[in-house]
């Protein structure tokens, strides 16, 4: 059941209320303009880019990139440099970004429950699992690196 537990569902169920809300509910709400396009294009690029570049980081380390199992590697390179979670908050960019492209503004509001989701059922089990793994090494990672940005 863990497999059905992972950041990518959260994701596409998040995204599928969205939609849902776009098509059937919009509730007269609209942010509609070319700029909201761009900025929409922007976070969703700007997930997948944060995506590929924390997978290219895991497969370099070697490391299990799934977030109920036990990491062997501590990754403090590359993207991993400016967020301890570039994925989570690719998740979260790409939410928004789609809320944005739909024009599904009161869906806007799934985006913190999003980030709360990812801390709760994700994050703070991560940390717990690299805090007894790696100790020292995590502590001072996360001293000098933040969660999301």
Known sequence: ?????????????????????????????????????????????????????AVLEFRRHKTTIIPHLEPDALIQSGIFRRSRNP????DVLILAGLCLYWDAVPSLALVPVLVWVLERRFIVPEEKRLRRRFRADFARYAQKTRRWV
Do not use: E, N, R
């Open 87 to 90: 994925i989570y908050l690719a």
């Open 1 to 53: 059941m863990k497999w059905f537990d992972l950041p990518p569902v959260w994701l596409v169920a998040f995204a599928a209320v969205a939609w849902c809300q776009a098509q059937f509910l919009p509730l007269g709400l609209s942010l509609a303009h070319p700029v909201t396009l761009l900025v929409s294009g922007l976070f969703v690029g700007g997930g997948l880019v944060l995506t590929l570049l």
